[in-house]
């Protein structure tokens, strides 16, 4: 039988600490080559309405260990200006409504073994690579954490960070202030720890060992002047640290890249994403805001380190306690869910979570 | 059965394929698609795929996908999950393929729409995959081989030679085949229902170098990894079509085609305009480069194919415009190759086997509720 899992059943089964051991574990596999993963691509077409484009977007990966997975979007895109500001809204079907699945084969048998909606997977992933890199990254002795923003990728960030440092004081700002309220209140009762509603982003930096936004805004949010010696620093979302922030940087840990092709060294790719686009000559006037731009690849590369030196022992990471230091995935998002979803499929096939139809379904007696 | 019901996503397998879909719409599906392809209406890319070693030393996990989409509305991947078991028969290297278990595989097109983004249905790909290969091999007849062509020689007895033969009858009056295969008996069959079928003259040859002769269209058909075609026998005016192996004429054959018509290539993604041009594979793999010698497939290793870098090759978006000349005299040995824009397949056949099954009430249904959610990335 091959499995339907959903948010929910993804939801109960799947912990933090599982997915920030079972992503280690990964990106240490690609360093050996026992794993590979491939750039995302994406796809953009023009629909009938001359605002809005369909893009499909896939990541992909695998590993010795014996599993494989693709994870595809399959969204209407488009943009709107709100308060001056512009942002990517996106639907499937129908507004609130959104497509994306993960489908996990074995690579022993070929077998497709489940589809699994990505939704909660994809916030605790992000939450975990953010975690990872405090781990290596932050002071060991860090305790306090500035965060911009507080919505889902807030608190699976905080479950990471609680999972690899002693955290006892949160400062979070984000624009509305019930969100930050209700928030604030959610993770005092979660964890134990004292929580610090700022009324103005300025003030999650005093004393911060940790700081991350988190926020969808299309343009930078972190604003580098308030950066504090010995912070580390996580930025999630559409904006990039802002030129201060980075300038201030004195180490970078990127996770690593896809591997180059077999055979096709010159086509090896550090780019966030690789876009083929219809376009057609009607149409071009039509322009969103990333439209014919490569994906950004390593931000830092003269303060670089990355998890082959980590696993050679050649870099460890932080050198002192008054470096500012950064860290993000790089291009492996493909090596993610297998590594993610293996996990989820096993829990959720013992606790008999999931809907199911025939395999056989999804099978057939004629080779190509 | 099929409601109809815009919620439900449909399951539609290969007999059901098969009974709504003739090998007419395909071809113009095909062709409507490579024509948008060239307006850059559609869109695909190459085709990528991922290795993985197993524990078995002889097999390897390969996961490959095509993908690609129009504004007409539709929009299709097609996901191959297969083990590949690399074999020695008495000193000829085979590749053999399986999915849980010897005599299933699992090739899969998930179809969406490109208006509401939503997965309309997912499809076994065994007889598409046919049927896009035979239409590929029908639109290069059509398009380069002679027009009174009536001898259509056949190197090969299986699935790609029964759905060259529905294409090719489409374009030309087939008066005769001659076909060989390896074993008898298979030709012998083959040659009994193309007779049946299409009421003309089969005959089953006991030897390769039979099916050349007077042959106006020579298709190559086979799975075997080495050229199969021999150049020496080619006679003037034949329209040549190879399918398998290394995809490719033996180089004697290659040398002595006149005109050599690609239909195109996947474009060039935003931004890397050196990225993968012309090229049809990409493989990326779960090993080093020194446990690639071991466990990469061949088909892996071969990496895709380019055609000859001369004056020689036409293109099918310059043909269809005028803007070049097919076959220009009746002596000319000419040759047909889809390039790389698999990718640009499977959302025409898929959109239009889906609607027709749709229509006849056909397919299993899931709830497309199960491939949606409610939280945002």
């Not at chain 1, 990106?27 to 026992?34: A, F, I, P």
């Not at chain 2, 097609?78 to 010897?102: A, H, N, W």
């Not at chain 2, 199960?370 to 945002?376: A, K, T």
Request: charged share 25%; with cysteine; glycine share 10%.
């Amino acid at each position: 039988m091959t499995l339907f899992i959903n948010n929910e059943a993804v939801a109960k089964v799947l912990t933090m600490r599982d997915t920030i051991d079972a992503l280690e574990r990964a990106y240490r596999q690609m360093v050996t080559r026992e794993a590979a993963c491939r750039p995302r691509v994406d796809i953009q077409i023009p629909t009938s309405d001359p605002r809005k484009i369909y893009q499909w977007g896939t990541m992909e990966g695998g590993s010795q260990s014996g599993y494989f997975a693709i994870r595809m979007k399959s969204d209407v895109i488009f943009e709107q200006e709100y308060n001056g500001a512009i942002t990517q809204e996106k639907y499937c079907r129908q507004p609130g409504q959104f497509c994306g699945l993960i489908l996990l084969t074995s690579t022993r048998t070929g077998e497709p073994l489940a589809f699994i909606n990505d939704g909660v997977l994809q916030h605790m992933r992000v939450g975990a690579d953010g975690g990872i890199g405090v781990k290596y990254m932050s002071r060991t002795d860090s305790e306090v954490v500035g965060m911009l923003g507080s919505g889902g990728m807030a608190r699976t960030h905080m479950q990471a960070f609680m999972c690899v440092r002693n955290l006892k004081r949160l400062q979070v700002y984000s624009p509305t202030r019930p969100h930050r309220e209700k928030f604030a209140d959610e993770m005092r009762e979660t964890y134990g720890i004292e929580v610090k509603v700022c009324d103005h982003p300025r003030e999650i930096y005093r004393g911060a060992d940790i700081v991350a936004a988190l926020t969808d805004s299309a343009v930078p949010v972190l604003e580098g002047a308030w950066i504090e010696p010995g912070t580390h620093v996580v930025n999630v979302g559409g904006g990039r640290p802002d030129p201060v922030t980075l300038a201030k940087v004195d180490l970078y840990l990127r996770f690593g890249n896809a591997p180059a092709p077999w055979g096709r060294p010159e086509m090896a790719l550090e780019d966030e994403y690789v876009t083929y686009a219809a376009q057609p000559a009607g149409n071009e006037s039509f322009r969103f805001k990333r439209s014919g731009i490569r994906g950004h690849g390593a931000v830092l590369p003269d303060r670089m380190i990355t998890f082959q030196d980590i696993v050679a022992g050649t870099n460890r990471g932080r050198s002192a306690r008054s470096e500012i230091t950064y860290s993000e995935r790089g291009n492996l998002q493909g090596a993610q869910f297998w590594a993610v979803g293996a996990l989820v499929y096993e829990k959720a096939k013992a606790a008999g979570l999931g809907h199911e139809i025939p395999t056989e379904w999804l099978l057939q007696d004629i080779r190509d | 059965m099929s409601s109809g019901d815009p919620h439900l996503t449909l399951l539609i397998n290969n007999d059901e394929v098969h009974a709504v879909l003739t090998m007419a719409e395909a071809m113009a599906a095909l062709e409507q698609s490579y024509r948008d392809m060239f307006v850059s209406e559609a869109v695909c890319r190459p085709r990528i795929d991922i290795q993985i070693p197993i524990p078995d030393a002889r097999q390897t996990y390969q996961w490959g996908t095509m993908e690609g989409g129009s504004t007409r509305g539709y929009f299709a991947i097609r996901m191959k999950s297969d083990v590949i078991v690399q074999e020695d028969r008495g000193g000829i290297p085979t590749e053999e393929k399986y999915c849980l278990r010897p005599g299933r595989w699992c090739g899969l097109i998930l179809l969406t729409s490109i208006e509401t983004g939503e997965p309309l249905a997912i499809l076994n790909d065994g007889v598409i995959q046919h049927m896009r290969v035979g239409a590929d091999g029908g639109i290069g007849v059509k398009y380069m081989a002679r027009q009174d062509a009536e001898v259509v020689g056949m190197i090969g007895s299986g699935g790609m030679a029964r759905s060259h033969m529905d294409a090719i009858m489409e374009v030309r009056k087939i008066r005769k085949l001659q076909v060989f295969s390896p074993t008898r008996i298979n030709r012998e069959r083959f040659a009994q229902e193309m007779r049946a079928r299409f009421g003309i003259e089969a005959v089953a040859c006991d030897a390769p170098e039979q099916v050349y002769r007077g042959a106006d269209i020579l298709a190559a058909l086979t799975d075997a990894t080495e050229p199969v075609t021999d150049g020496e026998l080619v006679e003037p005016g034949t329209h040549v079509v190879v399918i398998g192996g290394t995809g490719m004429p033996d180089p004697k054959t290659a040398a002595k085609v006149d005109r050599w018509l690609r239909f195109g290539n996947a474009p060039q993604p935003w931004g890397l305009p050196e990225f993968g041009k012309g090229r049809s594979r990409i493989t990326y793999a779960a090993m080093t480069e020194e446990a690639a010698k071991t466990f990469l497939s061949p088909e892996g290793r071969r990496g895709g194919r380019a055609p000859p870098a001369d004056d020689r090759v036409i293109w099918l978006a310059d043909l269809v415009a005028g803007r070049a000349a097919g076959r220009t005299a009746d002596h000319e040995i000419t040759y047909s190759e889809r390039g790389n824009m698999q990718g640009a397949q499977f959302y025409p056949i898929a959109g239009r086997a889906y609607e027709l099954a749709q229509a006849a009430g056909r397919g299993r249904e899931i709830p497309t509720d199960w491939f949606l959610q409610d939280i945002r990335d």
